[in-house]
Nanobody, 122 residues
Framework: QVHLVESGGGSVQAGGSLRLSCRASQYIYNSNCVAWFRQAPGKEREGVAAFYDGGTTYYDPSVKGRFTISQDNTKNTVYLQMNSLQLEDTAMYYC????????????????WGQGTQVTVSS
């Protein structure tokens, strides 16, 4: 069983930056994909960014050019660098690992973290 723990969330003013981290309890070498999702109050969970094994990345159009997903060399921590934050980025952010079916932004991941809150204010 792999446990994912997110950190780095917080409150920031619009235009600011945050870096989210997602640490896995063990090496996720066999994971084909790690990703970040978010869910705002009253809205469905949506894919933000994904990092496929091999280095291919995908981004939701709303964050492309502002957010960057990366993975450290040991492949047990995934990051989401968020720049130029907007009010609309306010949400609970979740990391996920090991895509079971389909392709991102499919939510069919085996492992999920508990989430970290990001609040952007004006």
């Amino acid at each position: 069983q792999v446990h994912l723990v997110e950190s780095g969330g917080g409150s920031v003013q619009a235009g600011g930056s945050l870096r989210l981290s997602c640490r896995a309890s063990q090496y996720i070498y066999n994971s084909n994909c790690v990703a970040w999702f978010r869910q705002a109050p009253g809205k469905e969970r949506e894919g933000v960014a994904a990092f496929y094994d091999g280095g291919t990345t995908y981004y939701d159009p709303s964050v492309k050019g502002r957010f960057t997903i990366s993975q450290d060399n040991t492949k047990n921590t995934v990051y989401l660098q968020m720049n130029s934050l907007q009010l609309e980025d306010t949400a609970m952010y979740y990391c996920a690992a090991d895509l079971l079916r389909g392709s991102w932004p499919s939510p069919d991941f085996r492992y999920w973290g508990q989430g970290t809150q990001v609040t952007v204010s004006s």
